[in-house]
């Protein structure tokens, strides 16, 4: 993985010689455009001229050298990019999103260009607030920066242009406090292009081993404790959902944990993440059209185990315990078949209606495991579950369902202020009456009706009374609604939403 150099100086840019200076401009009360001081009687030229209006995403390219205000500007490029009416907006979240945008618009800019070493001149504008510019700007560039060409050994791009090495930022003022807000944006920026790193690589490049080799480098570089319950063991303690998933493959299953503690006595988070490296269905064998897709079944595992690094490198005042169960679902001659029934650890039976339902099966020893173990204050847990939740909610939003109020509204507003939208839907016992079995306890499909909801309803079963929520990314791991900080392929979706949870965790808050 790239590892982008994020710089904030006070420095003026007339020292700057680098290939790409971005001058944000704005559109003030008056309708007149404004920009840093030594720039401004360059945008005043743009005034009232069609080729540049200031709005939002709108750009137009200078080229040095020229001398403006008394600077003498250098470089290769002047970006002016328009923000639009900045003072107009009161919505925190929306200034977020403008600026993250921003930086996704100034990555696909410097890709066109060839810029490996970008400086944003930022301003104060009106009540432009120059921290949530600095750190939203960050995560919007190393976002939008992002590509994946391991496995592209001849490609001239990847020889062309490697992405951006350095960012610099110039702020007139509050440097310190800046870069702090960037080191954040860095934190969760990594942890996200490193989900969408392990999802990217296919069955074959990632595999539940994969998983448990990456836990224990994360537990060595930031002292979290780290265990992988193997197979052997599985069959020991009675994990009968995983074992059973992963009966038709040769891969061996792993459960992962990985465990942060904070000093002082806290709550505790329990993240448990789906890891299913690659999911054909199983005996239940999907159609093969799209089935590729399904190396992307392990994302909420990527989700989970990538917050955690900076969980561990921020060390907030909150426990958090990880835990992705992991295997494939295969079709090999051991394969679970319709109508077995399964007993999951505690002791539930199941009756396997379909093998390509299979998420919930190794969720749910996890969940009862990871409860009577580690005995959290709240369980949350990310997977791609349900093609159901993408007839639902499309590719906009996640499916967020759960069994307290109080966390699914947290995590609500974790998204939101993210730029990963939830939506909730419904629990109850009219869903969970389709799921009983006439001959196990309950089984594992509840039909076409309300699929993401028996999912969830599945779940349910094993996190008993402690708070619970539930997110289905199935729509929003890949696909998700274009932005121009998600490439094509995996969004890493989770990360940064599990990251702003944690970080505004207030211990004692949550209720049974
Ligand atoms: N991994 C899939 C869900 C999925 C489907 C994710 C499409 C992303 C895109 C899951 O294991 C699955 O196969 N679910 C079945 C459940 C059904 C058999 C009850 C589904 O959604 O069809
Ligand atoms: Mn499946
Ligand atoms: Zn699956």
Redesign the pocket.
Known sequence: MKNTKVIISKDGVSDYSGDLLICLTTINKDDKLSGADFIQPEIDSFQKKEEFSGKKGEGVVLYPPFNTNGTRIMGKRVLLLGTGKIDDIDSTNELRELFRSSGGIIADFCRKTSAENPCIVLHKSGDIKLQLAAEYLTEGVLLGDYSFKKYKINDDDKKQYPGIKKLLITAPGQISALKKNCRRAVNSAFSTVTARDMANEPGNGWTPDHFARHAEIIAKNHKLKCRIIEKSEMITLGMGGILAVNQGSVEPPKLVILEYRPKKKSDTILMIG?G?TF?S?GV?L?PAA?MM??K??MCGGAAVISAMETIAREKPDVGVVAMIPSTD?MSGADALKPGDIITHYGGITSEI??T????RLILADAMAYGIEQYKPTCVIDLA?????V?IALGHHRTGILGTNDYLVKSLTRAGSICGEPLWRLPLGEEYSKQIDSEVADIK???GKPG?TI??AAYLQKFAGDVPWAHLDI??T?WDFTKKTYIPKGPSGTGVRTLIELVRRWKNGQIKK
């Open positions: 789906k299913l999911d269905g239940s999907k799209g897709d399904m992307y079944d679902n209606e379909n390509d339902a299979e998420g791609t579950l349900t093609g159901a993408i594992n499909t509840g699929g028996t999912a199935a729509g791991a």
